[in-house]
């Protein structure tokens, strides 16, 4: 798991831009369910607690997911929020992000 985290924290915090729209999700009240497509990752909200973070393919016009993992929302937030401050982006919370 720690392996794949820190791969998506590398390919997806690179950007203020990126990290409000994920950070945005992650925080919303409104989105209980859903998908948010990152540039290689895909970060799927199960419920407003718990998510699962994957890598997807599309080989031969089909979806294909290898490797994933589930975090809960505080250890997700935790994890970006700490990468996005090495970083000296500005970190939201959650009454920016609704």
Not at 17 to 40: L, M, V
């Amino acid at each position: 798991m720690r392996e794949i985290l820190s791969s998506f924290l590398e390919t997806e915090i690179t950007d203020q831009e990126y990290y409000d729209g994920i950070i945005q999700f992650i925080y919303s009240a409104n989105i209980r369910y859903g998908e948010y497509e990152c540039n290689q990752f895909v970060v799927k909200k199960m419920d407003l607690t718990n998510f699962i973070v994957f890598e997807e393919y599309v080989i031969d016009e089909k979806r294909e997911i290898h490797q994933s993992f589930s975090i809960s929302k505080s250890s997700l937030i935790r994890a970006i929020n700490k990468c996005a401050k090495k970083q000296g982006f500005l970190i939201r919370n959650f009454e920016w992000a609704n």
